[in-house]
């Protein structure tokens, strides 16, 4: 989350005015992300998240505040649009799309312990049921054919050793592509790093920022996950945080042999994603104060190192 466009506190009481949420106390910009504009809402009658959306397909949100509401119903601790005076969840604020939504309690954890990941993997294991069954459906944006463009485009401005990486990453991806149809599939998160998820101890708590969220793998929502949530210092899956987290999912979905097969591949594939992403908004939003650019090289490095995968998927099928 970041702040792209500020917001004064005399147009937020105009626009909270048109919600059933009492006056404005107070806001404050979030600061720390790289595509929208969020900020806390303190208003008479709870608290609230407001989020101008910057980037991406806007004429998409539909989709979003779907699926949001979908695993609301869920009983899944998301955010979720709320309503004005007049049923609309979309607005227009500041010429941006806007959505207001409760805030969540709990805090990011940063050091994630085989507790934390264990409660990652069997909410991510009920987040893919539902979603699977919503009827939903969105091609992200960043998928698959985005991947190799950038790949194309990125591994002419890098070193020798770098553009072989990203080679090796092509065409893992290239080989889960010919194997897809035998994958699970359901809407995914798509963006679950530790700061996109709330505990209370190790009780999760809150699931937010779906903007990345689109139909696809499960097992690339997994991989996603384990390569934040369960690296050690030195960069490689430790191995008690992956088995915790992958054996919670497991618990409520089993993997299938194909998925075994191709888990070395979609780690790969995910670390591509958010080099790949991360070097854009290097490039975007270097000189852009209160902007969270995060270091494109820290996935180059786990896409080195997941050269050699030991963390598998067996135990579990």
């Known amino acids: 989350m970041s702040v792209f466009t500020p917001v004064e ?8 005015g048109g ?31 407001l989020t101008l959306v910057e980037r991406g397909p806007v004429d ?9 509401e979908c695993l609301h119903q869920a009983d899944l601790p998301v955010p979720y649009a709320i309503a004005d005076r007049q049923g609309r969840t979309i607005q227009r604020f500041k010429d941006r799309p806007a959505l207001l939504q409760p805030r969540l309690p709990g805090r990011h954890v940063q050091v994630p312990t085989i507790e934390h990941c ?17 009827g939903l ?37 290239r080989r889960v592509q010919q194997r897809g149809s035998q994958l699970p599939k359901a809407v995914l998160h798509a ?22 969220a689109a139909s696809g793998w499960t097992l690339y929502d997994l991989a996603i996950c384990v390569n934040d949530w369960c690296m050690s210092e030195h960069l490689r899956l ?4 992956s088995d915790a987290l992958l054996a ?53 490095h786990i896409l080195e190192a997941h050269r050699e995968v030991s963390v598998r998927l067996a135990p579990f099928i």
């Open 60 to 68: 998409e949100l539909d989709f979003f505040v779907a699926l949001l």
């Open 238 to 241: 430790d191995p008690l945080r």
């Open 9 to 16: 506190r005399s147009e937020l009481e105009l626009f909270i």
């Open 137 to 173: 459906e969105r091609q992200s944006d960043r998928g698959p054919e985005w991947m190799l463009a950038e790949v194309t485009r990125c591994r002419r401005q890098v070193s020798p050793s770098e553009a072989e990486l990203l080679d090796e990453a092509a065409e893992a991806l």
């Open 248 to 300: 919670a999912y497991a618990a409520q979905r089993p993997f299938t042999a194909s998925e075994a097969e191709c888990w070395p591949d979609l780690l790969r594939i995910a670390a591509l994603r958010f080099w790949l992403s991360r070097q854009i908004a290097v490039q975007a939003h270097a000189d852009q104060p209160g902007v969270l650019v995060k270091e494109p090289q820290h996935f180059m």
């Open 191 to 212: 963006d679950l790093f530790r700061d996109n998820v709330m505990f209370e101890g190790h009780r999760l708590t809150g699931i937010i920022d779906f903007y990345n």
């Open 118 to 134: 264990a409660a990652l993997g069997a909410m991510l294991a009920r987040l893919h049921q539902v979603s699977s069954t919503c």
């Open 19 to 49: 919600y059933d949420v009492g006056r404005l106390v107070s806001h404050a910009g979030i600061e720390g992300g790289s595509e929208n504009s969020n900020f806390f809402v303190e208003c008479e009658r709870g608290s609230f998240v």
